[in-house]
């Protein structure tokens, strides 16, 4: 159980183009998804909690109408690169919480999406 | 605010043989801390968790790791390691007063690459 999934897992887009970064969870509903990035050889930066229903939080930083996030459903967030540019390549990882009663709740991860903006 | 150290950025093992990955943290407050394994272009897998009670956490894959409050570490080991197990494997760390009720906010270290010898 726990899965969660994105889609695409690899995208190519031309400078100035906007892309769509689709991130569910696919056998539980998650009020709660994060978005991060990944530059080559480096951790994990937080860029933006998305909460179902409302405004994401984003990370010092991180520019709200660059990087634009709707959690439409329980199930669905979705990331959106506008006006890409090749500083935006990058690999972006999702992640929802998922509780698991007594246990508390646990960041499941998606498999991540390479962009590469030309 | 909390964060993590891992001080080795590449480890090398032969097959078989016990491997310890480092991780030391800062935080003023109580924290929940976690391995997560991440394969090439894939997203995170969570390996194990502490939350409380005993500081002996055993994991997947027949990793444990061991907190301790003292030394602020919380290193990752196996007695005898496998090809499948070389990875990039990060840890992290989240603020225990936002886990119950709220969401977590995890703080990762900058990982460490295990690569297993045959």
């Known amino acids: 159980g726990a899965v969660v999934s994105q889609h695409p897992s690899r995208v190519i887009c031309k400078s100035g183009t906007s892309v769509k970064i689709e991130c569910r969870s696919l056998?539980?509903?998650?009020?709660?998804m994060f978005w991060y990035r990944q530059f080559p050889k480096q951790s994990l930066m937080l860029m933006a909690t998305s909460n179902e229903g409302s405004k994401a939080t984003y990370e010092q930083g991180v520019e709200k109408d660059k990087f634009l996030i709707n959690h439409a459903s329980l199930t669905l967030s979705t990331l959106t690169v506008t006006s890409a540019h090749p500083e935006d390549s990058s690999f972006y990882i999702c992640?929802?919480?998922?509780?698991?009663?007594?246990?508390?709740?646990?960041?499941?991860f998606g498999p991540g999406t390479r962009l590469l903006v030309l | 605010a909390q964060s993590v150290t891992q001080l080795d950025s590449q480890v090398p093992v032969f097959e078989e043989a016990p491997v310890e990955l480092r991780c030391n943290y800062s935080s003023s407050v109580s924290v929940y801390l976690f391995w997560y394994v991440q394969y090439p272009n894939q997203g995170l897998q969570l390996l194990l968790k502490y939350l409380s009670g005993s500081t002996l956490v055993k994991g997947i894959n027949g990793f444990e790791a061991e907190f301790n409050k003292s030394q602020t570490s919380f290193h990752l080991r196996k007695p005898s390691v496998h090809i499948s197990d070389t990875a990039e494997y990060f840890c992290a760390v989240s603020d225990s007063r936002a886990y119950s009720g709220g969401y977590q906010k995890v703080t990762f270290g900058t990982g460490t690459k295990l690569q297993v010898i045959p």
């Open positions: 056998d539980f509903q998650a009020t709660t």
């Open positions: 992640s929802a919480n998922y509780f698991s009663g007594g246990a508390g709740e646990t960041q499941y």
